[in-house]
């Protein structure tokens, strides 16, 4: 089982500290790391191993859930754009990176990838204090329960 499965029953049980709520396709995630502010995942739930594997109404609603967390971090973090990858390359379970961007980032990192740009690595680590605003913030924007 692949670390975003292991993610998703996680969150199932209550038991993922970086939920900040379900979506109707699945989870809506802080980053572990922050190497944007506002560096979100969707992991799908159920668990499927691509966008490819949904079908119809499902499909539709995965891509829905992005673009409303999208709209919502672009109201919540003031970003100027919001980019979505969808790999699942090393985890095969379908997930989607959701990345504000910032007009203040430097320009040779602005327009790359953030995944090319920054290293996640060594960016900021999650923290439930410092991360509650934020969170609760999305919650809110995006009417989901506690």
Not at 1 to 14: C, F, H, K, L, P
Not at 94 to 112: F, M
Not at 122 to 131: G, N
Request: charge should be negative.
């Amino acid at each position: 089982m692949d670390v975003i499965a292991q993610r998703v029953i996680a969150a199932r049980s209550g038991n993922n500290p970086f939920v900040i709520g379900r979506m109707k396709s699945g989870w809506l995630v802080l980053g572990e790391t922050q190497p944007l502010p506002g560096y979100c995942q969707l992991l799908a739930d159920p668990i499927v191993s691509s966008l490819n594997d949904l079908q119809g109404e499902a499909r539709a609603q995965y891509l829905l859930d992005m673009a409303a967390i999208g709209d919502a971090l672009l109201a919540v973090t003031g970003a100027s754009r919001i980019n979505y990858e969808t790999w699942c390359n090393l985890a095969p379970s379908l997930h989607t990176h959701i990345v504000p961007r910032y007009a203040s980032e430097v320009e040779d990192k602005r327009t790359k990838a953030a995944s090319i740009a920054y290293d996640y690595a060594d960016a900021r680590p999650f923290d439930p204090e410092q991360d509650k605003t934020f969170m609760e913030a999305m919650k809110r924007e995006l009417r989901l329960g506690s």
